[in-house]
């Protein structure tokens, strides 16, 4: 039996997303972004204060749509049998504090968080990272595990900043999108230019790329690149 209240029926509307938030968490293993059960993904809930996390120590093959853990915006548990995340009171924060953000995940994958021990940003010297940062990725403050600090720490570095990923120092990887998809995506990005940038610079001082070539870049891939609604949609008008 739950130790949580009984759910109220609007929560049967989460059963998609949370099929979806126990999927994207495989992707998080494929890239090897996480080692046994550190990292996780949550989204928020359209329509609703609430978001949708994984359970904290569960093994990444033993995680279901059933054993993810839906809370309010708050962090209170409202549906689930299993302890949520330790880094829900983070998630909450976020949600809380930037109504944008529909998803969320943490990671510590290797070379981006060899960047946090360093206390210092990745910088964009890539086109790869002008698409998808804009920017370069920032360091975000120490702050330990348990409170809303980590999710303070989130807002106060990446609200008016381009990059959907911010380097908590000494930790690792935080990566916020319009849903957790898009949030998967820049954890995955993240991971990939920080292990190219640090190779770089074992050959020497990486380029530059000037300021107006990044903002050139940055729309053309956030506005331009892919396919269009007409192309995608079977009922769009041709």
């Known amino acids: 039996m739950s130790p949580y209240p009984t759910p109220p029926p609007s929560l049967a509307a989460v059963a998609p997303l949370r099929q979806q938030v126990s999927d994207l968490h495989r992707e998080l293993v494929r890239y090897q972004l996480v080692v046994w059960t550190a990292g996780n993904v949550s989204a928020r809930v359209p329509g609703l204060d609430l978001f949708v996390i994984k359970p904290s120590g569960v093994d990444y093959d033993r995680l279901?749509?059933?054993?993810?853990?839906?809370?309010?915006?708050?962090?209170?548990v409202v549906d689930g049998d299993l302890a949520p995340s330790s880094d829900t009171a983070a998630h909450a924060y976020v949600y809380r504090r930037l109504p944008e953000v529909g998803g969320i995940v943490h990671t510590?994958?290797?070379?981006?968080?060899?960047?946090?021990?360093?206390?210092?940003?990745?910088?964009?010297?890539l086109t790869a990272m002008a698409d998808e940062f804009g920017a370069e990725i920032p360091v975000g403050p120490f702050a330990l595990i348990g409170d809303d600090s980590i999710g303070r720490g989130i807002v106060d570095t990446l609200r008016g900043h381009r990059s959907p990923a911010v380097l908590m120092r000494s930790h690792?990887?935080?990566?916020?999108?319009?849903?957790?998809?898009?949030?998967?995506?820049?954890?995955?990005?993240?991971?990939?230019v920080a292990r190219t940038v640090h190779i770089t610079r074992q050959l020497g001082d990486p380029l530059p790329i000037a300021p107006a070539d990044i903002d050139r870049l940055y729309h053309?891939?956030?506005?331009?690149?892919?396919?269009?609604?007409?192309?995608?949609?079977?009922g769009a008008s041709r």
């Open 172 to 192: 690792g990887v935080f990566t916020i999108g319009k849903d957790a998809r898009a949030a998967v995506k820049a954890a995955v990005m993240c991971e990939d």
């Open 220 to 234: 053309r891939y956030q506005n331009v690149y892919g396919q269009s609604t007409a192309t995608t949609d079977p």
């Open 108 to 125: 510590h994958s290797t070379y981006a968080t060899a960047w946090a021990a360093r206390g210092e940003p990745v910088p964009c010297v």
């Open 64 to 76: 279901t749509a059933d054993s993810m853990i839906v809370c309010d915006l708050d962090g209170t």
